[in-house]
C-alpha cells in the first residue's frame, strides 16, 4: 500500500517549532523514520497550478491550469476552470492498472472519470469552488453522512470578516481533521484500498485566515491547534495501516503572510497604460467586494446554486465595457499578479499587434517597477514572463503573459501605492482579508527512508511519478522522477 497525507499548506518553520515542542509527535516520527525532499513547486508563480500540477505529474505550461478561474480567449470572458479540458489524476491513470484508491479531499480537484475505489470532496468541510460536496460513487458521500454526519460550509467570502464569522470558521476547522481520521479507518477496515491519498485541507483554510496572531486570544492559536489536529488524525490513520505500507507525508507548497497587492494591480495597469476610456478590466469583482460585507454576500450566495454562482464569479472577474479600448487586462489571482495583452488573433477581440507585443510587455513591466508602498519601499518585487518561467508547453497560449510577485511586505493595512511617475493608487476596500497567503515552501518525506531514493531534492511533479512508479504504470510522458528506490 502507498499512503500520501497531504498536511496541505503548511509553514514548514511552525510544524518544526511544534515537532520541537513535543506537539506533533506523529510528524515527528515521519520524519524521524523517513528520507526528507525539499520539492521544487510551481507555487512561485503559480500557487493555485501548483494542485493540477500535483495530481497530472504535468508542468503548468502542458495542463494550462492556473487558478480556479481563467480566461477564455475564444470568448474573450472568464470561465470556472472546470469548463476547460484537463489531463487524467494520477489516480485515474493507476485505476488503468488495476489498483483501487481511496482519495480524500484533494483541494481544487474534479471528479475522476475513470476510478476504482472510493472520491470523496468536501468531506471535512465544503466549499463550492475549491471542495464541492461530491463524490465516486455518486452516492458514497450521502450514504457516509449518514453515519458520520453532513460536513459543515466553509465559504471563504473574500473581504474582512465579522468576529462571528472567524468564530465559527475556527470551530469547524479546527474539528476538520478527525472526520478524515474517522471516514479513513472505517473505510480501511471494509475495503481493499492499493493507493491511498488524504489531504488536510483545514490546515490551508487556517493559515489563510488565522495566520495574523494579533487576532482576539481566542483566535490566535488556531493554526497552531489545526496542526496539532491533523497530527492526532495522521496518528490514527498510521495505526490502521499495514505494516508494510509505503508512506508520504507533504505538503506542494507552503503558508506566510499575505503579501498580495492584487487588487490594487488593475488600478497600477490602468495608471500605465493611461487607458481613461472606461475602468481597467480586472477590478470590477473588487470593486464589488469593497461595497458588499462578506457576510451579506455569503448569505446571497447561499440561497442561489452553485453554478450560477462560480458563473457570475467568473464574468464579473474580467470584463471591459468596450474591449475595443483594452490593450492588456488583469487575470483573476489571489497572490501573484496575472497580466495578459489583448493580443490580436489570440483573443476575439483583440487589438494588439503581435509585432507590438514584447515593446508593450516591457513598458507595463517598467510601469509597475516605479510602485511602492507610502513608506518608500517598492510594492513589486519582480514582473516576470510566462514564457520565462514556465517552458513552452501544449497550454501555454492559455497562461499570463506577466506575472507580478510582490513585496514581502504584509500588505494588511495597506491603503494605496504611489509611482512618482504615474501617480497614486489607492485601495477600493480591504483587499482579500486574508492574513497568510501561499509560499513556495514545498517538502516531502518517505516512510521508511530505506525505501527512499538516494537523492538530495525532488520536484513536486515527481509525486505523480512515484505513485505511478509504485503501481507498475507507465508514466514516460511525465517530467518527474519516482521518489522510491
Request: proline letters at 8%.
Amino acid at each position: 500500500m502507498l499512503v500520501l497525507l497531504n498536511f496541505d499548506s503548511v509553514t514548514l518553520p511552525l510544524v518544526e517549532q511544534l515537532v520541537a515542542e513535543g506537539r506533533l509527535p506523529s510528524v515527528a516520527e515521519l520524519l524521524a523514520r523517513g528520507r526528507r525532499y525539499p520539492l521544487e513547486t510551481p507555487a512561485t508563480y503559480f500557487p493555485a497550478g501548483t494542485y493540477p500540477t500535483l495530481y497530472t505529474g504535468l508542468e503548468v505550461a502542458e495542463h494550462g491550469l492556473y487558478y480556479p478561474f481563467q480566461w477564455d480567449a475564444r470568448a474573450q470572458r472568464t470561465r470556472y476552470a472546470e469548463e476547460f479540458p484537463a489531463p487524467p489524476s494520477v489516480w485515474e491513470r493507476v485505476a488503468a492498472a488495476g489498483a483501487r484508491a481511496l482519495v480524500v479531499d484533494p483541494y481544487e480537484a474534479r471528479l475522476p472519470s475513470r476510478f476504482d475505489g472510493l472520491f470523496l470532496s468536501g468531506w471535512q468541510f465544503r466549499n463550492r469552488v475549491v471542495l464541492p460536496a461530491r463524490s465516486h460513487p455518486r452516492d458514497a458521500e450521502r450514504r457516509l453522512s449518514a453515519g458520520f454526519g453532513r460536513s459543515p460550509s466553509i465559504e471563504e467570502v473574500f473581504g474582512v470578516q465579522s468576529l462571528a464569522t472567524l468564530r465559527a470558521m475556527r470551530r469547524d476547522l479546527v474539528a476538520a481533521p478527525t472526520r478524515v481520521a474517522h471516514v479513513a479507518r472505517d473505510l480501511l477496515a471494509r475495503e481493499r484500498f492499493d493507493l491511498v491519498w488524504l489531504t488536510f485541507s483545514a490546515a490551508h483554510l487556517a493559515g489563510h485566515q488565522f495566520w495574523d496572531l494579533s487576532q482576539p486570544a481566542e483566535l490566535s492559536t488556531t493554526v497552531a491547534d489545526v496542526y496539532v489536529e491533523v497530527d492526532a488524525a495522521i496518528a490514527s490513520i498510521l495505526e490502521a495501516l499495514p505494516d508494510d505500507a509505503t508512506i508520504v507525508l507533504f505538503a506542494a507548497l507552503g503558508m506566510g503572510p499575505d503579501t498580495s497587492r492584487v487588487d490594487l494591480l488593475p488600478g497600477m495597469l490602468d495608471a500605465v497604460l493611461a487607458c481613461r476610456a472606461a475602468r481597467p478590466p480586472g477590478g470590477s469583482l473588487w470593486r464589488l467586494r469593497a461595497r458588499v460585507p462578506p457576510s451579506a454576500g455569503a448569505a446571497v450566495a447561499a440561497r442561489l446554486p452553485r453554478r450560477a454562482v462560480l458563473d457570475l464569479t467568473a464574468r464579473l472577474e474580467t470584463r471591459a465595457s468596450d474591449w475595443s479600448q483594452v490593450p492588456a487586462f488583469v487575470l483573476a489571482s489571489d497572490v501573484v499578479g496575472y497580466i495578459r495583452l489583448n493580443l490580436r488573433g489570440r483573443e476575439r477581440a483583440g487589438i494588439v499587434e503581435p509585432s507590438e507585443a514584447d515593446g508593450l510587455l516591457d513598458r507595463i513591466a517598467a510601469g509597475l517597477a516605479t510602485f511602492a508602498d507610502p513608506d518608500g519601499t517598492p510594492s513589486v518585487a519582480e514582473v516576470r514572463r510566462s514564457s520565462e518561467v514556465a517552458p513552452r508547453g501544449r497550454r501555454s497560449d492559455v497562461l499570463p503573459d506577466l506575472l507580478v510577485r510582490w513585496s514581502d511586505r504584509p500588505a494588511a493595512g495597506l491603503d494605496r501605492v504611489v509611482s512618482p511617475e504615474l501617480g497614486e493608487v489607492p485601495r477600493v476596500g480591504g483587499g482579500s482579508g486574508r492574513s497568510g497567503n501561499h509560499t513556495s515552501d514545498a517538502w516531502a518525506v518517505l516512510t521508511p527512508a530505506s525505501r527512499g531514493a538516494d537523492r538530495p531534492d525532488g520536484r513536486v511533479v515527481d509525486l505523480a511519478a512515484t505513485v505511478c512508479a509504485a503501481f507498475g504504470v507507465e508514466y514516460a510522458d511525465l517530467p518527474g522522477r519516482s521518489l522510491l528506490r
